[in-house]
């Protein structure tokens, strides 16, 4: 991992873009960004009611529960190394265990396994089966299937709906080769759930 500019974000950043995080829906955060950095956004999106999404990519290690606290997260989304690494359990327990620490919904992706999701409303716990596609690349997926939530829940979907819409833009991401060429636009995303049962 090279950070980069990542790096050099502050909590007094988020700060000066409160405005804007007011303003918005949903807040997307990633941990390539500094853990009190993270927690600050995390802070004023939920001040101001704006919904939260986490991807703990890498593993945040000492950083959760102390620098990001669960209770600020509404959607965590981890892989199944992280769900392990943040919860101290297999993937298939880690749900639970982390909406019990404060998380609202943990979705445990599991690649060509679909995600497991655990949510403190609605149904307890399901499966997001996976698309069928041939791939070629999972670099990117985890950030197409975050972006794509984070874009559903934004538009106002229903959890399920904005799930298998992450699930089929991770999906069309693993057909390309590289992070960047791989993430799929929304129409092709549209297109392919149109084409899906």
């Given at each position: 991992?090279a950070?980069?500019a990542?790096?050099?974000?502050?909590?007094e950043?988020?700060?000066?873009?409160?405005?804007?995080?007011?303003?918005?829906?949903v807040?997307?955060?990633?941990?390539?960004?500094?853990?009190?950095t993270?927690?600050r956004?995390?802070?004023?999106?939920?001040?101001?009611?704006?919904?939260?999404?986490?991807?703990?990519?890498?593993?945040p290690?000492?950083?959760?529960?102390?620098?990001?606290?669960?209770?600020?997260?509404?959607?965590?989304?981890?892989?199944?190394?992280?769900?392990?690494?943040?919860?101290?359990v297999?993937?298939?327990?880690?749900?639970?265990?982390?909406?019990?620490?404060?998380?609202?919904?943990?979705?445990?992706?599991?690649?060509?396994?679909?995600?497991?999701?655990?949510?403190?409303?609605?149904?307890?716990?399901?499966?997001v089966?996976?698309?069928?596609?041939?791939?070629?690349?999972?670099?990117?997926?985890?950030?197409?299937?975050?972006?794509?939530?984070?874009?559903?829940?934004a538009?106002?979907?229903?959890?399920?709906?904005?799930?298998?819409?992450?699930?089929?833009?991770?999906?069309?991401?693993?057909?390309?080769?590289?992070?960047?060429?791989?993430?799929?636009?929304?129409?092709?995303?549209?297109?392919?759930?149109?084409?899906?049962?």
């Amino acid at each position: 991992m090279a950070p980069l500019a990542n790096a050099t974000l502050t909590p007094e950043d988020i700060d000066a873009a409160a405005g804007l995080i007011a303003g918005a829906r949903v807040l997307l955060a990633q941990l390539e960004v500094p853990a009190a950095t993270v927690a600050r956004a995390l802070q004023v999106a939920r001040d101001a009611g704006v919904t939260t999404v986490l991807n703990p990519a890498p593993a945040p290690g000492p950083a959760w529960g102390q620098a990001i606290a669960p209770g600020l997260v509404d959607v965590l989304v981890p892989n199944e190394t992280e769900a392990t690494e943040l919860s101290g359990v297999g993937a298939e327990d880690a749900g639970a265990a982390l909406v019990a620490e404060g998380c609202g919904t943990v979705v445990v992706t599991i690649g060509e396994g679909g995600a497991l999701v655990t949510s403190r409303s609605g149904p307890s716990s399901w499966l997001v089966p996976a698309f069928a596609v041939s791939s070629v690349d999972g670099t990117g997926a985890g950030d197409a299937f975050c972006g794509a939530l984070a874009a559903g829940l934004a538009a106002g979907e229903p959890m399920t709906a904005a799930l298998r819409r992450a699930a089929a833009a991770g999906a069309l991401a693993t057909t390309a080769m590289g992070a960047v060429p791989s993430l799929p636009s929304a129409a092709a995303v549209g297109s392919f759930l149109a084409r899906s049962p």
